[in-house]
């Protein structure tokens, strides 16, 4: 069978090397370049060095000789604000674009330049792409050229809500997710560094990180009845959203695993947590580690109107690059889990 040629570009970054590693299990999928600025020539190996015995003789290119190249799909996995430029000179030679930044992730400029704190560069790729959450949008993407990647606290907090939020039940969401170091990238800086942010419990954002702007348009909750917090916790991996939601009417359990069981039962990668044994209730990101895999789960006060709904993903994973890979499997009309199967590893 011909394999699709697929390019990544940031290739020397976390999500960058996450792309690589699901590539090089991929059996439709072959590597027509990786990317970098400045590592150009030099072995990808070096940089990714747990993939060696799959790349031994692959090179970085620069994005000059990436621009010689014809590949059916291009990963851009570049830091916010760097893939806008770039995408449409990508759409104009014919490839189909995943972009693992926000730079497409809105549908409204309004909403994108009052988020993002700028106008946005090209804003007609604001219309026309997906926002590549396939749980809920996979026709659409299917029909793409250009599908957006998702925020990782996001999808986490997206994944919760959305079974409820779809049924009208949510009169507010208060979300805190919590999360590993890898979630910033592979860039040290103040706060990642290691000495200071090993250990810490450092709550970085109290009500308003930037992906509550893509919660809002994805379950359709207005922003005002959600905060979304961020706290940075002792792990490299791992997103957990918590979300302590106030539900429009009283519900009884049994409505609730209707919702959920109605929304993933069909899903390849989005699991619901068993009510028992308890502790596997509510989910933990570990049961995830290294997968493409969600798990969501629920616990319902006995009043019937608090719930409180977790999601756990693995970061660069569902959180990034697996669902770019999952995106990019329906974009090349590919079986959806193609390169994805892969089992959490734990303990780990
Ligand atoms: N980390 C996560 O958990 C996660 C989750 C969801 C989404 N994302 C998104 O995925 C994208 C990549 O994230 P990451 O964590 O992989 O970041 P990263 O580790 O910092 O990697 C980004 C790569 O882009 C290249 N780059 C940096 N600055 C650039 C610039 N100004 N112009 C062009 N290229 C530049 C760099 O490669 P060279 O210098 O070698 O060119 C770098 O290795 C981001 O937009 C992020 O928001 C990340």
Redesign the pocket.
């Known amino acids: 069978m011909e394999k699709h040629p697929v390019l990544i570009?940031?290739?020397?970054?976390?999500?960058?090397?996450e792309l690589l590693r699901i590539l090089a299990g991929h059996p439709s999928f072959t590597l027509a370049g990786v990317?970098?600025?400045?590592?150009a020539g030099h072995p990808v190996a070096a940089v990714h060095p747990h993939l060696r015995p799959d790349f031994p003789d692959t090179a970085?290119i620069s994005p000059a000789e990436a621009e010689e190249m014809e590949p059916d799909l291009v990963f851009l996995?570049?830091?916010?604000?760097?893939?806008a430029p770039v995408i449409r000179g990508w759409l104009d030679r014919g490839a189909r674009v995943v972009d693992?930044?926000?730079d497409v992730r809105l549908r409204s400029i309004e909403r994108y330049e009052r988020w993002y704190g700028a106008p946005h560069p090209d804003p007609a790729l604001l219309d026309e792409a997906v926002y590549g959450l396939p749980e809920l949008h996979r026709d659409e993407i299917r029909g793409a050229r250009l599908v957006s990647?998702?925020?990782?606290n996001a999808t986490a907090a997206i994944l919760a809500l959305a079974p409820l939020a779809r049924a009208g039940v949510v009169t507010e969401a208060r979300i805190e997710a919590r999360v590993g170091s890898?979630?910033?990238?592979?860039?040290p800086s103040e706060g990642s560094h290691h000495p200071f942010r090993s250990r810490s419990l450092r709550m970085f954002e109290p009500f308003a990180h930037r992906h509550l702007a893509e919660v809002s348009q994805e379950t359709g909750l207005p922003e005002n009845s959600l905060t979304l917090g961020v706290t940075a916790v002792e792990n490299v991996r791992g997103v957990q959203a918590v979300a302590t939601i106030t539900l429009a009417e009283p519900l009884r359990e049994a409505d609730l695993w209707k919702l959920y069981r109605g929304a993933y039962g069909h899903e390849p990668f989005v699991f619901v947590c068993p009510a028992r044994p308890a502790h596997l209730r509510l989910p933990d990101p570990r049961l995830v580690m290294g997968s493409n895999r969600a798990l969501v789960g629920f616990a319902l006060h006995p009043d019937g109107r608090r719930l409180t709904a977790v999601c756990a993903i693995d970061?660069?994973l569902k959180?990034?690059s697996g669902t770019a890979v999952q995106a990019a499997n329906l974009l090349l009309g590919c079986p959806e889990t193609a390169g994805l199967e892969m089992r959490p590893v734990y303990p780990a």
Do not use: D, I, Q, T
């Open positions: 570009v940031g290739g020397s970054g976390m999500a960058g090397g990317v970098s600025r400045g590592r970085f996995a570049l830091p916010h604000g760097s893939s693992l930044a926000a990647g998702v925020g990782c890898s979630e910033g990238g592979s860039r970061n660069l959180g990034a």
